[in-house]
């Protein structure tokens, strides 16, 4: 055991650093599993940094890692990090924290894709509206590009412009959200002038990654020219940017709002097919119902025995997921949940309810838990 300078052979582009590295005085630099994404980084960490050597130490055994955990706290750690932006108050290590944010995302769809899409529907308490959208379009963003074979940096970056996209209107979103008026048109300028405003607050914050500002400035332009801030059309949008647009529309759509009743997720599902015949790109519309499937994980369903569950995991093929049974076919609800592969006609399925109808047939709320078990630990 010893402290070591860092040096350049200890860092590569593109991979994970690999202690806590701290600076002369004891201040942590960057913790253990940064991802090193340009050279000034490297150069930063080798001119000052330091990390402990415990390769003669017993490790500890690992704490049993959970999804849930890693989505929530990308949630507090991004609530901070873009009020920090709007204010035009972000500190010079503002690209870093939200790098680490993106970081928790594609750990927890490395932990389990299924968790991910699932607290899409079932965890929406355990942050602001705000924020938690934009960590599930950052999920569902890389989930497609992950699907396409994109590159890790590219992956990474269209992450990242999935968590920042709505800085932009970052001091109005909650009070827009929660508006039962019809927008002023102030507000109506302010939505259309916001990806503008973000891409402009990210420069200030030290964002330079010309792919990254060009998905927020472009997340809601649309294949026919109809979108905004500037009217691009098909090719002219960045891939990313239409990735974020289709994860964006699709979350919006199934979360339930006060002012605003969800769609079912099939029923989304099929908007977003219709809109990619002419505003969305049809094929990377395809491309995400194929990842999620007809039935997103976390839809609640009937099945044709009576049964009432919600969609557990994808199956072999998008009509016929696994399900887990929580109310029996009389109408009871199970004190242990039945597993069902819909492949089989007792168990296919009959229809998809929403989550009211579910509590009024006598279901209890879903703790994610119960279902996905560990990785859905809060």
């Given amino acids: 055991m010893g402290i070591n300078r860092v040096s350049r052979a200890d860092l590569k582009l593109g991979t994970l650093v690999p202690w806590d590295v701290y600076a002369s005085n004891g201040m942590l630099l960057v913790r253990k599993g940064h991802l090193i994404a340009n050279v000034n980084q490297i150069d930063y960490l080798v001119e000052r940094g330091s990390y402990e050597d415990n390769s003669d130490a017993v490790a500890p055994a690992p704490a049993p890692q959970s999804v849930l955990r890693k989505l929530n706290t990308a949630c507090v750690e991004l ?26 995302v594609t750990q927890a769809l490395d932990l389990s894709a299924d968790v991910a899409v699932a607290s899409i529907l079932h965890n929406q308490q355990a942050a602001p509206y705000a924020v938690r959208h934009s960590v599930d379009t950052a999920v569902l963003a890389q989930l497609a590009a992950r699907a396409l074979r994109h590159d890790a ?16 209107m970052q001091e109005q979103h909650v009070r827009l959200q929660e508006s039962r008026d019809k927008l002023s048109q102030q507000d109506l300028e302010r939505v259309r002038q916001h ?3 973000g891409a402009a607050l990210l ?18 332009e649309n294949e026919d020219g ?51 015949r002419s505003v969305l790109d049809g094929q990377l519309a395809a491309v995400m119902i194929r990842e999620l499937g007809i039935y997103p994980v976390g839809t609640w369903v009937k099945l044709l025995n009576g049964e009432v569950g919600v969609v557990s995991r994808k199956g072999l093929r998008s009509t016929m997921p696994h399900v ?7 109408g009871a609800p199970l004190s242990v949940f039945l597993q069902r592969d819909t492949r089989g006609e007792l168990h296919a399925i009959r229809e998809v309810l929403a989550a009211e109808q579910v509590l009024a047939l006598g279901g209890e709320p879903l703790r994610m838990e119960q279902v996905w078990g560990r990785l859905a630990r809060p």
Avoid at 324 to 330: L, M, Q
């Fill in 153 to 168: 940096r590219a992956i990474f970056t269209t992450t990242l412009a999935a968590l920042t996209m709505n800085v932009g």
């Fill in 195 to 197: 990806p503008q405003r």
């Fill in 226 to 276: 109809s979108g905004y801030p500037v009217g691009k059309k098909g090719e002219d949008i960045p891939v990313g940017a239409k990735l974020i647009a289709l994860a964006d529309r699709y979350c919006a759509r199934v979360v339930s709002r006060h002012y605003l009743q969800p769609l079912l997720p099939n029923a989304a599902l099929r908007d977003i097919l219709l809109e990619g």
């Fill in 324 to 330: 887990e049974s929580v109310i029996g076919p009389r």
């Fill in 203 to 220: 420069r200030h914050a030290g964002v330079t990654d010309p792919d990254w500002l060009a998905c927020v400035l472009h997340h809601h």
């Fill in 79 to 104: 609530q901070q990090a873009l009020e920090l932006v709007a204010a035009r108050l972000a500190p010079n290590d503002t690209v870093r924290r939200l790098e680490e944010v993106a970081l928790l």
